[in-house]
């Protein structure tokens, strides 16, 4: 699944009626977002300490396979949700907090 990153919206969804296009983009945001192991990624990256977390480190607080954690957090860095950092072997992960404002802020009311 290719994802156009969104860096911007549109009016409040609630407020004014989107664009097809506008429609388009965002639901292929929320989509990313409508798995559950990735919404728990998203979370434990977003609130480990440092604010980041080593790919190593998700198999075992997900109870998924070091191979679906890779697949879920590559579907997360290409909607732009979080950005990836090679250190040695291990990728580390950031959530990006614009990105998900965004999905955040279309839906506010």
Excluded: Y
Aim: aromatic share 4%; glycine share 4%; proline share 5%.
């Amino acid at each position: 699944m290719k994802l156009k990153i969104i860096k911007s919206c549109c009016e409040l969804v609630l407020v004014e009626p989107l664009t097809a296009d506008e429609a388009d983009d965002l639901a292929a945001a929320f989509k990313v977002l409508a798995d559950p192991v990735r919404l728990r990624i998203l979370s434990l990256i977003a609130n480990a300490a440092s604010g980041e977390m080593c790919a190593c480190d998700l198999p075992a607080v997900t109870g998924r396979s070091q191979p679906t954690v890779s697949h879920h957090l590559s579907l997360l860095a290409d909607a732009g949700l979080v950005t990836r950092e090679q250190r040695g072997k291990w990728a580390w992960f950031r959530v990006q907090p614009d990105r998900v404002a965004v999905l955040r802020d279309a839906l506010g009311s």
